[in-house]
């Protein structure tokens, strides 16, 4: 936690500060016999062996207060069963979010890794009118996978900073944008409609694999997939095949199927940038998530249903 963050907590209740590594799932069941209130990260494994068994009162804990809006991590059914609540931070993390999207979307049309790599490695030999050519972004068709908050907001800075056309697929439908945006009858016409296609849909088993082969050669061969959401969403392997064969033109991502393991393939290639999960990674950012969780948690400890509930 950030230090703001830590102290806003210790000033409302006795914290402890759980080990500085990712809680496997013994040590996830440890942590809920052991405290009243819990709020984890992405990297604690709260999956069915933690919770495996536990009937409502088995376990002191009664509120995981998730460190993020994202909580694939969480096993929601198996909390339920064992009568803990689980709330996340939706809003804090927006913003951010979507700017490492267009972090991404930028680094990708216009060839910045590649570029950033010829300079540190100092082979570069001077400017020439063709050299390191990218994709121009202004008037290009963005279609953004899933219009919730975040993908609202990239959407929105798409339009209204870069110019671009924006075309959306989502499950249901979105009427109340204040910019243009054309909702596609289904997920592959958005992908053939867009120049650049982000991913900004929740993980977990309901979006596992939502983009494979068969999705990125809609995407086609001038096209660019971003993913700021969960690296499940995406199937890695396909993706690595269709950006070594040209399928697709380039990737950005922030996000990775068995995080932190990038595939050396990947790692390999030039025509994608790589970032290790930064989409929130600012420090008023993580103060904001962090102060978002603890009203949660008051909420909860004063009686009240927290905000964020999400089961
Ligand atoms: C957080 C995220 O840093 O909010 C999310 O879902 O993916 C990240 O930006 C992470 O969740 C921290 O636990």
């Known amino acids: 936690m950030t230090p703001a963050a830590t102290e806003a907590i210790c000033a409302r209740f006795d914290a402890s500060f759980l080990p500085d590594h990712p809680l496997t799932p013994a040590e996830a069941r440890q942590a809920m016999q052991d405290h009243d209130l819990i709020l984890p ?68 049309a216009r060839r910045a890794s590649e570029g950033e790599h010829l300079v540190r490695s100092g082979a ?4 020439y009118p063709t050299q390191l050519l990218g994709t121009h972004v202004t008037g290009k068709t963005v279609g953004i996978i899933g219009m919730g908050r975040i993908g609202q907001a990239i959407a929105r800075r798409c339009h209204f900073g870069f110019g671009m056309r924006v075309v959306f697929h989502n499950r ?47 995407l086609g061969p001038g096209g660019y997939l971003i993913n700021i959401s969960r690296g499940d969403v995406v ?53 904001a998530m962090a102060l978002r969780a603890l009203d949660n948690l008051v909420d909860f400890a004063e009686g009240r249903p927290p905000r964020d509930l999400v089961t």
């Not at 267009?102 to 680094?107: I, N, S």
């Not at 016409?189 to 999705?215: C, K, M, N, Q, Y």
């Not at 070594?244 to 033109?249: D, F, M, T």
């Open 172 to 218: 249901s439908v979105v009427s109340s944008l204040d910019f243009p945006a054309e909702q596609m009858p289904d997920l592959a016409a958005t992908l053939s409609a867009a120049d650049f296609a982000v991913v900004a849909v929740p993980g977990g088993a309901g979006t596992r694999h939502l983009i494979g082969a068969a999705e990125l050669a809609a």
């Open 124 to 127: 570069w030999d001077g400017w």
């Open 41 to 108: 990260t992405l990297r604690d494994g709260f999956t069915a062996e933690a919770f495996a068994g536990a009937a409502p009162g088995d376990l002191r804990c009664k509120l995981l207060a998730n460190f993020g809006v994202g909580f694939n991590h969480i096993d929601i059914e198996a909390a339920r069963t064992a009568g803990i609540a689980v709330s996340n931070t939706p809003g804090a993390v927006t913003d951010a979010t979507a700017d490492i999207a267009m972090t991404l979307l930028l680094m990708a």
């Open 235 to 287: 199937d890695e392997a396909a993706l690595i095949a269709a950006l070594q064969s040209g399928a697709i033109a380039g990737a950005g991502l922030d996000v990775y199927e068995q995080e932190p393991l990038v595939p050396e393939e990947l790692r390999k290639l030039w025509n994608v940038s790589l970032l290790p999960h930064l989409g929130t990674a600012a420090e008023e950012v993580r103060t």
